[in-house]
């Protein structure tokens, strides 16, 4: 799910309380379905915070979304440097705890 602009349209990730494009503060939220690309990435090789230290190295990506809007995550059933800008992705969602899922990202074959 999204935020789209319910004065222009607009789609939005993460959501704000106003449209960047027209200003309005009328929205609500949409499906979107998931799928994208790698429009960029970072592999990370020194531990920042130690609850990432056993996922060394891990890539940090930037999914631009089929509907536009650009989605930061996590790009996971493959190896970092592996990754490609332009590259198909797909959300799965990775339970962290009973409370908790995280969206993240997997390859897909291109249709």
């Given at each position: 799910m999204v935020q789209?602009?319910?004065g222009c349209g607009e789609l939005h990730f993460?959501?704000?309380s106003f449209?960047?494009?027209c200003l309005s503060t009328r929205s609500s939220w949409v499906p979107v379905s998931g799928r994208g690309e790698i429009y960029s990435f970072n592999v990370m090789h020194q531990?920042?915070?130690p609850g990432f230290a056993a996922e060394v190295p891990?890539?940090?990506v930037v999914v631009k979304l089929e509907e536009g809007p650009k989605f930061v995550s996590n790009?996971?059933?493959i190896k970092p440097h592996d990754i490609r800008i332009?590259?198909?992705v797909e959300?799965?969602?990775e339970k962290m705890s009973d409370e908790i899922m995280l969206p993240k990202f997997r390859p897909r074959q291109k249709s």
């Amino acid at each position: 799910m999204v935020q789209k602009c319910d004065g222009c349209g607009e789609l939005h990730f993460p959501a704000h309380s106003f449209c960047s494009h027209c200003l309005s503060t009328r929205s609500s939220w949409v499906p979107v379905s998931g799928r994208g690309e790698i429009y960029s990435f970072n592999v990370m090789h020194q531990v920042y915070h130690p609850g990432f230290a056993a996922e060394v190295p891990y890539a940090v990506v930037v999914v631009k979304l089929e509907e536009g809007p650009k989605f930061v995550s996590n790009l996971v059933g493959i190896k970092p440097h592996d990754i490609r800008i332009g590259m198909p992705v797909e959300v799965t969602f990775e339970k962290m705890s009973d409370e908790i899922m995280l969206p993240k990202f997997r390859p897909r074959q291109k249709s």
